[in-house]
């Protein structure tokens, strides 16, 4: 029970983006109370198993050193054993008892489980994020980034500097530039998993700051290099994008994603549990699997991030024909290091040290011989 409660917490604190964007706090939190339940359930038992031994224990050796003392008694007045003798015997028997009676000892040790088991609940039912008021309904025109800065905490420059940028419905935008350059720090304020601390983002004219966590998560589906897929069935990780999925729109889903075939060679097809992480299919399957998931979801939003980047080209092609399926009608933000990938964009948007420095299609921003450019010529001087 208690390695499973721990599995439980290691997946839920390593897949802690991913719970966010599909709002699943809830159920993460009834899973683990659930299965906290079940651990407390079979520890106070065992305890009152502990408990009823040992006041067995007691009595038996309490009635069993009564009799020992007055028979000893006897057989010492009636000079068949000697004094030292006796006491001799009665000191081995309280040698043999005091060991035996440290097995109360361990209620203690159980009950000094149970309190950071509660302390840990109590973490998961702490909300640390501001909740707005208003209601997402969808996207029908833009989403904007006014002035936004953003840095984190301990740290004194700022990650995003003054980023200013309008992306129309149905856009697709890619977003480049060297490691640390600020962009997974982008979308990740989008999703707001952080608050700016200059400027403000709109969807619609709406400040996403003033709507609430749910609205706006359920209408962004992510997609990203770190694989996040609990040890559970097949069918249940693909669900876990929408909630009363039915079994149809699951297989839908995993059809869209190119996911399907693979799945019905498993050993028990949409049933067959996939270990710890996903460990036991390939990347590309895992990576299917996590798009398949985002298509159930239907997001309007969909943000890429660097989804192809550890595959081999087999596996890319499958995984890219199933993100085109993906972004069809929608607004999409892809970063990508390679820049092969973010040719058919409908804008590239190029960052800098934390500054948006260069924005335009491809053929734009080779013509235009900047940052772009010096990536774009770096990446295919290595490939050649």
Do not use: C
Request: proline share 2%; hydrophobic share 40%; net charge neutral.
């Amino acid at each position: 029970k208690i390695s499973r409660i721990t599995e439980i917490l290691s997946e839920s604190f390593s897949g802690i983006k991913i719970i966010k964007a599909f709002n699943r706090e809830e159920e993460e939190i009834s899973r683990f109370k659930r299965n906290n339940h079940d651990y407390y359930r079979e520890l106070m038992r065992s305890t009152r198993i502990i408990e009823a031994t040992s006041l067995m224990m007691d009595i038996v050796a309490g009635l069993g050193i009564a009799f020992v003392i007055w028979y000893g008694g006897r057989l010492v007045v009636d000079k068949t054993i000697t004094p030292g003798a006796f006491f001799s015997f009665l000191t081995a028997i309280f040698m043999i008892y005091t060991p035996a009676r440290r097995l109360v000892g361990v209620h203690n040790s159980l009950q000094q489980v149970k309190a950071p088991l509660e302390r840990i609940d109590r973490v998961f039912e702490e909300s640390r994020e501001k909740e707005g008021e208003k209601e997402l309904k969808g996207i029908s025109k833009e989403i904007v980034f006014s002035n936004v800065s953003f840095r984190y905490e301990n740290t004194k420059d700022d990650t995003l500097e003054d980023i200013n940028l309008k992306v129309e419905k149905g856009e697709i935008i890619a977003l480049v530039g060297r490691s640390g350059a600020g962009k997974t720090t982008f979308v990740d304020l989008l999703s707001r998993f952080y608050s700016p601390v200059q400027g403000a983002i709109y969807i619609d004219g709406i400040n996403i700051s003033d709507v609430t966590l749910q609205s706006l998560r359920q209408m962004i589906g992510i997609v990203s290099q770190d694989i996040i897929l609990f040890n559970d069935t097949v069918r249940a990780n693909i669900a876990y994008g929408r909630k009363g999925a039915t079994e149809q729109e699951i297989v839908d889903a995993a059809r869209a994603a190119f996911a399907h075939d693979f799945i019905l060679e498993l050993s028990q097809g949409y049933a067959t549990v996939i270990g710890e992480r996903g460990i036991r299919l390939s990347g590309g399957q895992k990576q299917r699997l996590s798009i398949a998931r985002a298509i159930l979801k239907n997001p309007p939003i969909l943000i890429l991030d660097e989804a192809t980047s550890s595959l081999d080209t087999a596996s890319e092609m499958m995984v890219q024909k199933a993100l085109e399926t993906l972004m069809e009608g929608r607004t999409t933000f892809v970063i990508a290091h390679r820049l092969s990938t973010v040719r058919s964009a409908d804008r590239i948007i190029v960052f800098d040290k934390g500054r948006i420095v260069e924005s335009g299609t491809h053929d734009e921003l080779l013509t235009a011989n900047g940052l772009y450019k010096k990536l774009y010529d770096l990446q295919f001087a290595d490939g050649s």
